[in-house]
């Protein structure tokens, strides 16, 4: 099972990327699928998730009206559209999947990881 990250780059504060994940030798539309990020020295924190059929979405506070997943099950991808970004979204952004019920928002509950990219937001 491989998740591809890819889209992240250097940016302008006030500036659009959209990342893009996405699956092989997994059928994603059998897990939940999310994104989290990390700044080195720090821990890994939960962005945004959607849930199998992609009809509820959720983020964290922080992505709140900024940033938008959605998902494409007949290609197997995942996306999340930031838009607004700040220089406090800099980080290496992850997606994950999971099939099973634990906290969406920890990263103890899911079962595969993607590689990350870097996404760097300048001032």
């Given at each position: 099972v491989q998740l591809q990250a890819s889209g992240g780059g250097l940016v302008q504060a006030g500036g659009s990327l959209r990342l893009s994940c996405a699956a092989s030798e997994l059928t994603m539309k059998s897990y939940e699928m999310a994104w989290f990020r990390q700044v080195p020295g720090k821990e890994r924190e939960f962005v945004a998730g959607i849930i199998r059929n992609g009809y509820s979405t959720y983020y964290a506070d922080p992505a709140k009206g900024r940033f938008t997943i959605a998902r494409d099950d007949t290609e197997n991808t995942v996306l999340l559209q930031m838009n607004s970004l700040k220089r406090?979204?800099?980080?290496i952004y992850y997606?994950?999947?999971?099939?099973?019920?634990?906290p969406r928002a920890s990263t103890s509950s899911y079962d595969y990881w993607g590689q990350g990219t870097l996404v760097t937001v300048s001032s």
């Open positions: 406090e979204d800099t980080a997606c994950a999947a999971t099939g099973g019920l634990g």
